[in-house]
């Protein structure tokens, strides 16, 4: 039952960041966000972690945060992610299943997002390295975005050279902060939410 309930929290609260965000963006004027020109869903699939993003007020307190992509039986995506909350390594595990798919003719770069029916979200791809060892998801109206790595951590300059392409695709990139991944993150400047020095 606590599973269930924190599910539907989780659910609630994702849909109302998304019905938000899309609904302020729905009043923005300015240039459409660039996505990815084609996405290899193949190489997409397997583990990321979450290494930095803009704060929200769901993923404030939380570290740790990993995904998991796969295909589904139905061709979509299955996305299992894995968090602990409290801002806090010794707190359980948390994992969540959650419906993602393909907008058609998007060449795979623009994903909705459903963690529960009816509702959904976009969430697009905006650039992959040729490695498929990073990618930047974000926002329509630039108001979300996210780092995603193989690796649990990125070096400074690997970072600003990602923030750079946030920049280039009009996010303000002063927004962005580090996801704690490790005990000895807490604190560190640089990292946000409530296990973070913002």
Known sequence: MHKAIAAARLAATLAMVGFATGCAGA???GPALPVASDV???KIYGGWYIVANIPNWFE???VGLYDIYSRRADGDIDENFYTHDGASFSTPLKHY???DWVQPGTHNAKW???IFWPLHFPFWVLYV???YQFVLFGYPDRSLGW??????TI???TYQSLLGRFGALGYDVSKFRRIVQLPSQIGQKGFGGEAGEK
Do not use: C, N, T, Y
């Open 27 to 29: 009043d923005m004027a």
């Open 40 to 42: 290899d869903l193949e």
């Open 60 to 62: 404030k307190d939380l």
């Open 97 to 99: 299943e959650v419906h």
């Open 112 to 114: 909705q997002v459903q």
């Open 129 to 131: 390295d040729p490695g």
């Open 147 to 152: 780092i995603f790595s193989r690796r649990q």
């Open 155 to 157: 070096d400074e300059a």
